[in-house]
């Protein structure tokens, strides 16, 4: 078989312009990737990894979720399986993949780090790849700060719960020896989650512990997050994310939310209208804190999680069972930022949809509130989670171009718990010069190699390094 079978240096790009858009201006810029989900204690202590079950498998649902659909037996996915079955049941599934986004990933994962691109991955090719893999694990240059070096990997941006220590960033952003950010991302979904007492019940009492005191009204609530958020700041943190299934932004008074806090603190369960107004609340005052210390805020609406519960119970939530929700977003959506903005607190925002649906309702909506004091203040996020494919990334970015500033994006991030998902940067990179370059091809944008060189390496990178305000530098050659 010839040196590259699948994933050919024009992969996705079918024309001229697309091909000289990314391999002049795309494909040797560094990586931002301000949203994942890696463990920062993998990095502080530079995991090394055992095998490629290890490193590939662990944690990661989206793989679950095809093997189980492909006839694959649980404990091969979550249970007890050896580490090689487990493997070895991943690589008979690739071969059933083509057309999800999963089988370009895997084959893209392959050529980087690990220079395989001369077979696929199947049930004949398993062992050999497994051993080639495995082997090059066990060297020091594929530790978790190794491969993060291995593809230009400048910053990432945890997901962190406000009562996290932040120890492990502590240690990395103390080393000396490592360059690469590793920020915290404040994510308070469980601050909001009044509705599991089983859960609120428990992390408000270590809420209390971290901030000193008790939480008896929901004005020292407010104060006890505060803190917390202010010491995220002192870390570094300079972004907030809102795991939401819907925007809520209900009418309360301050009554009703002390009376409601009072009962969530004491366990007791909330009728429904109680929840809609606490979590109404918790995004309006979640927003005003963002401003308050020049965060931007992220929300990530629109997923329908733990629907079965069954395995709900067995394995626990981020397991694979969670789908695209349908929730009416736009009036809501519209009240919370309408308020932010009267009283001018209204941060940088990014909006996520889980929803294609709601791509155009997000674009409109963001138009709203751009004021003018940052270049692209409202952003509408990347295609995300079962958009995150070649089709979902191409109408995420043909709603914002249509209606919004497509040049003002601040582009791609994994939303990954593995060092190995890093070339969804490069996938991402490839489909938004193969978009620009078929038009410029047509005449529909200019011709003009030079300006949408620029667009390219600004949605790439450069925006990122701007709107966050990382400290990074721009590249403009």
């Given at each position: 078989?010839?040196?590259?079978?699948?994933?050919?240096?024009?992969?996705?790009?079918?024309?001229?312009?697309?091909?000289?858009?990314?391999?002049?201006?795309?494909?040797?810029?560094?990586?931002?990737?301000?949203?994942?989900?890696?463990?920062?204690?993998?990095?502080?202590?530079?995991?090394?990894?055992?095998?490629?079950?290890?490193?590939?498998?662990?944690?990661?649902?989206?793989?679950?979720?095809?093997?189980?659909?492909?006839?694959?037996?649980?404990?091969?996915?979550?249970?007890?399986?050896?580490?090689?079955?487990?493997?070895?049941?991943?690589?008979?599934?690739?071969?059933?993949?083509?057309?999800?986004?999963?089988?370009?990933?895997?084959?893209?994962?392959?050529?980087?780090?690990?220079?395989?691109?001369?077979?696929?991955?199947?049930?004949?090719?398993?062992?050999?790849?497994?051993?080639?893999?495995?082997?090059?694990?066990?060297?020091?240059?594929?530790?978790?700060?190794?491969?993060?070096?291995?593809?230009?990997?400048?910053?990432?941006?945890?997901?962190?719960?406000?009562?996290?220590?932040?120890?492990?960033?502590?240690?990395?952003?103390?080393?000396?020896?490592?360059?690469?950010?590793?920020?915290?991302?404040?994510?308070?979904?469980?601050?909001?989650?009044?509705?599991?007492?089983?859960?609120?019940?428990?992390?408000?009492?270590?809420?209390?512990?971290?901030?000193?005191?008790?939480?008896?009204?929901?004005?020292?609530y407010l104060t006890a997050l505060k803190k917390r958020q202010q010491f995220f700041h002192e870390?570094?943190?300079?972004?907030?994310?809102?795991?939401?299934?819907?925007?809520?932004?209900?009418?309360?008074?301050?009554?009703?939310?002390?009376?409601?806090?009072?009962?969530?603190?004491?366990?007791?369960?909330?009728?429904?209208?109680?929840?809609?107004?606490?979590?109404?609340?918790?995004?309006?005052?979640?927003?005003?804190?963002?401003?308050?210390?020049?965060?931007?805020?992220?929300?990530?609406?629109?997923?329908?999680?733990?629907?079965?519960?069954?395995?709900?119970?067995?394995?626990?939530?981020?397991?694979?069972?969670?789908?695209?929700?349908?929730?009416?977003?736009?009036?809501?959506?519209?009240?919370?930022?309408?308020?932010?903005?009267?009283?001018?607190?209204?941060?940088?925002?990014?909006?996520?949809?889980?929803?294609?649906?709601?791509?155009?309702?997000?674009?409109?909506?963001?138009?709203?509130?751009?004021?003018?004091?940052?270049?692209?203040?409202?952003?509408?996020?990347?295609?995300?989670?079962?958009?995150?494919?070649?089709?979902?990334?191409?109408?995420?970015?043909?709603?914002?171009?249509?209606?919004?500033?497509?040049?003002?994006?601040?582009?791609?991030?994994?939303?990954?718990?593995?060092?190995?998902?890093?070339?969804?940067?490069?996938?991402?990179?490839?489909?938004?010069?193969?978009?620009?370059?078929?038009?410029?091809?047509?005449?529909?944008?200019?011709?003009?190699?030079?300006?949408?060189g620029r667009m390219v390496r600004d949605i790439s990178y450069n925006n990122a390094a701007t709107?966050?305000?990382?400290?990074?530098?721009?590249?403009?050659?």
């Open positions: 078989m010839g040196s590259d079978v699948y994933i050919k240096a024009d992969f996705l790009l079918q024309t001229d312009a697309a091909r000289e858009l990314y391999h002049t201006y795309a494909a040797d810029l560094p990586i931002i990737d301000y949203h994942c989900h890696l463990p920062p204690q993998d990095v502080a202590q530079d995991r090394r990894f055992a095998n490629m079950a290890e490193i590939w498998l662990e944690g990661d649902h989206y793989k679950w979720r095809a093997m189980r659909s492909n006839g694959v037996s649980e404990r091969f996915c979550t249970g007890d399986a050896s580490p090689w079955e487990k493997f070895e049941q991943w690589a008979n599934t690739v071969p059933y993949l083509i057309g999800n986004q999963l089988y370009p990933w895997t084959h893209l994962e392959l050529k980087r780090p690990f220079g395989i691109s001369n077979r696929l991955l199947g049930p004949d090719t398993a062992k050999d790849i497994w051993d080639t893999c495995n082997g090059l694990l066990a060297s020091p240059e594929f530790s978790s700060r190794g491969i993060m070096k291995k593809f230009n990997v400048v910053m990432v941006g945890t997901t962190d719960d406000p009562i996290d220590t932040l120890e492990h960033h502590q240690t990395v952003a103390a080393d000396p020896d490592f360059s690469i950010l590793m920020l915290p991302t404040w994510r308070p979904d469980k601050g909001m989650a009044v509705d599991q007492p089983q859960v609120f019940r428990p992390w408000l009492e270590k809420l209390e512990a971290c901030t000193g005191g008790p939480c008896v009204s929901f004005d020292d870390c570094g943190c300079r972004l907030s994310d809102h795991g939401v299934d819907t925007i809520y932004a209900d009418a309360y008074t301050a009554q009703e939310m002390d009376a409601i806090f009072r009962k969530a603190r004491a366990g007791k369960q909330l009728e429904e209208a109680e929840v809609k107004k606490f979590k109404s609340a918790m995004l309006y005052e979640f927003g005003k804190m963002n401003h308050d210390l020049g965060w931007t805020q992220q929300f990530h609406m629109l997923p329908m999680r733990n629907n079965n519960t069954r395995m709900a119970r067995a394995l626990g939530p981020d397991t694979g069972f969670d789908s695209i929700g349908d929730w009416r977003i736009a009036q809501p959506l519209s009240r919370l930022l309408d308020r932010l903005d009267q009283t001018e607190q209204l941060a940088k925002t990014i909006l996520y949809t889980l929803n294609p649906r709601d791509n155009m309702v997000l674009t409109t909506m963001l138009g709203n509130f751009q004021d003018g004091s940052v270049p692209g203040k409202m952003q509408f996020g990347s295609g995300w989670w079962f958009n995150d494919t070649k089709e979902g990334m191409e109408d995420q970015m043909s709603a914002l171009r249509q209606v919004g500033l497509l040049s003002r994006f601040v582009g791609m991030l994994t939303d990954s718990r593995s060092f190995l998902s890093y070339p969804r940067h490069d996938y991402f990179r490839r489909i938004l010069c193969n978009l620009l370059g078929e038009e410029m091809d047509k005449g529909i944008i200019p011709n003009d190699m030079s300006l949408m709107y966050f305000g990382f400290d990074l530098p721009r590249i403009e050659s």
